[in-house]
């Protein structure tokens, strides 16, 4: 079609740009204070300024309060273009996780490197690319002469759990009825894949407190450390091997998954046997069972071993989130979605579910349809974090098509 193409020129001709002002954004860090971060404030001002210097100028702010972020409160921010109902909302967050051990690095996380055709930085790729190619995407639908019903959504708080984003943007009825979302935050190397269906997620604390003691006399203590590594190795095996079922749709992860992640320092020195451990399992379970009923069954074998091992266990809920529906192939958004990278892409997509929490399954739960959809590497929450320009520039185009059409 003569339109894409133009879009497309439009696109490719802006990559020094895209490439410029997604470097700058990663430059300004956004870490939740949850994560010892001040919060997405400094970042959000960046990007109202980008949107207003790009001819985006119908910009709203939905700031979520939070006493302990910059400024008091988690900024998200919706840019409005035409006037037209319903609208086709595209949904990226401005936070990232912290860069974690900067010993991993090659490179500065927070200073963007470019070589060989790859952006290296902390949320380059999760979500920066995407972020950065919806908006010059909006912008080249603009300067091809159109003005379609877009709304562009950058939102706080999605690697925590979204209370301060979308959750947040959704509690004040920004959405109508017949609105449609785009999510661009998972996806495939080769972008053939869209996302219509998440797992439950269940972030876990699990906390041990036995008797601190001097480490040569352990027969007068309790050693939690012992007590949790037992527990630990235990609930991980018996998760797996009692919830295995497999969904196809789930790609390429079909069955549940139960991580032991984050560790808590306990004690300081090599010769005290700790008192306290405390360490979390982030579970990512198939829509077919029962989050609670999971939990049940994880703080009854804590009573167990807190019972053989003389330490207590207690399991508290730190982050949980219920699979809502699925999007429907058939729905509007999905169609349009696929439609758009076979005209630009020339490939066939397909309809999977996936293990990460977006913001989309919070659309879902709405009552709105969602597809998820990106090209990208995989490289979220890793050292050495980087997106592929080409792939922030070939999104770029599919979304310019899309909002067209």
Not at 15 to 42: H, R, T
Not at 55 to 74: H, V, W
Not at 85 to 112: C, E, Q, Y
């Amino acid at each position: 079609m003569e339109a894409d193409r133009k879009l497309i020129e439009i696109v490719r001709s802006s990559e020094k740009e895209m490439v410029s002002s997604l470097s700058e954004m990663i430059s300004i860090p956004a870490i939740g204070p949850e994560s010892s971060g001040e919060g997405e404030y400094d970042r959000a001002e960046f990007l109202v300024s980008l949107l207003r210097e790009n001819g985006i100028t119908s910009i709203e702010s939905c700031d979520a309060p939070d006493k302990k972020a910059k400024k008091g409160r988690r900024p998200n921010i919706i840019a409005t273009l035409g006037s037209g109902k319903p609208f086709l909302w595209v949904i990226s967050h401005m936070d990232t996780v912290p860069a974690g051990d900067r010993s991993l690095w090659k490179t500065d996380p927070f200073n963007a490197l470019v070589k060989n055709g790859k952006l290296y930085g902390r949320g380059s790729e999760d979500n920066g690319q995407s972020l950065i190619a919806s908006l010059y995407a909006a912008r080249a639908a603009l300067q091809s002469g159109t003005t379609p019903s877009i709304k562009l959504a950058f939102v706080s708080d999605e690697e925590l759990g979204s209370e301060k984003g979308i959750t947040y943007v959704a509690s004040k009825n920004k959405f109508a009825r017949g609105d449609e979302f785009l999510v661009p935050d998972a996806g495939s190397r080769t972008g053939d894949q869209i996302e219509i269906a998440e797992k439950h997620s269940l972030w876990a604390r699990i906390r041990t407190e036995g008797v601190q003691t001097h480490a040569s006399m352990p027969n007068t203590g309790v050693n939690a450390k012992v007590a949790a590594s037992r527990f630990l190795v235990f609930i991980r095996d018996y998760l797996y091997s009692r919830y295995s079922a497999v969904d196809s749709l789930f790609n390429p992860v079909p069955y549940s998954t139960f991580e032991p992640t984050r560790q808590m320092a306990n004690v300081d020195n090599v010769n005290t046997i700790p008192g306290t451990d405390e360490f979390y399992i982030d579970s990512r379970i198939l829509p077919s069972y029962n989050i609670n009923k999971i939990l049940s069954d994880v703080r009854s074998i804590a009573e167990v071993f807190t019972r053989q091992t003389g330490a207590k266990i207690s399991v508290d809920v730190f982050r949980k989130s219920v699979a809502a529906g699925p999007t429907s192939k058939d729905s509007l958004i999905s169609v349009k979605t696929a439609e758009a990278i076979r005209r630009v892409r020339g490939i066939e997509p397909m309809f999977v579910g996936i293990g990460g929490g977006t913001c989309a399954n919070i659309v879902r739960s709405k009552g709105f349809q969602a597809a998820v959809w990106s090209t990208e590497d995989g490289m979220a929450h890793q050292p050495n974090e980087y997106s592929v320009v080409k792939n922030m520039v070939a999104d770029a185009e599919v979304m310019a098509s899309m909002f067209v059409s």
